[in-house]
C-alpha cells in the first residue's frame, strides 16, 4: 500500500500544471480517503523514503516502514520524532 502512495507522490510531482494525477492506485486511494475521514477532516501529511525505509510523519511522531522486496511494513513507531529526526536516525 505504501509502495501506491509512494507512487502517486512520484506522479504528482511531474505534473506541474496540476496536483491531482491522472491515475491512482486503488490502494492509495483508499489510504488517501481513509486519511481524510471520507472528506469530513483537511489532511497534510510529510512522508519520505530513503533506501529500504519508509518513514510517515504523524502528529505523534513517525511511523516507520522497511521494504521486504513486495511491500513496505511496519517497522516501529517513533513517538515524538519529526520526519527529519527520524530520517537522521536511520541514515
Do not use: W
Not at 483508499?30 to 483537511?42: P, V
Not at 515524538?80 to 537522521?88: K, N, Y
Request: avoid cysteine; proline fraction near 4%.
Amino acid at each position: 500500500m505504501f509502495a501506491a502512495v509512494l507512487l502517486f507522490a512520484a506522479t504528482m510531482s511531474a505534473s506541474p500544471k496540476t496536483a491531482a494525477p491522472e491515475m491512482i492506485p486503488h490502494a492509495a486511494a483508499l489510504f488517501l480517503a481513509s486519511l481524510s475521514n471520507d472528506g469530513k477532516q483537511s489532511v497534510t501529511f510529510r512522508a519520505q523514503a530513503v533506501g529500504t525505509h519508509y518513514f510517515f510523519e504523524e502528529p505523534g511522531g513517525v511511523s516507520v516502514y522497511s521494504y521486504d522486496g513486495a511491500q513496505y511494513r511496519r517497522e516501529t513507531f517513533l513517538k515524538g520524532l519529526t520526519l527529519g529526526a527520524a530520517v537522521r536516525k536511520y541514515k
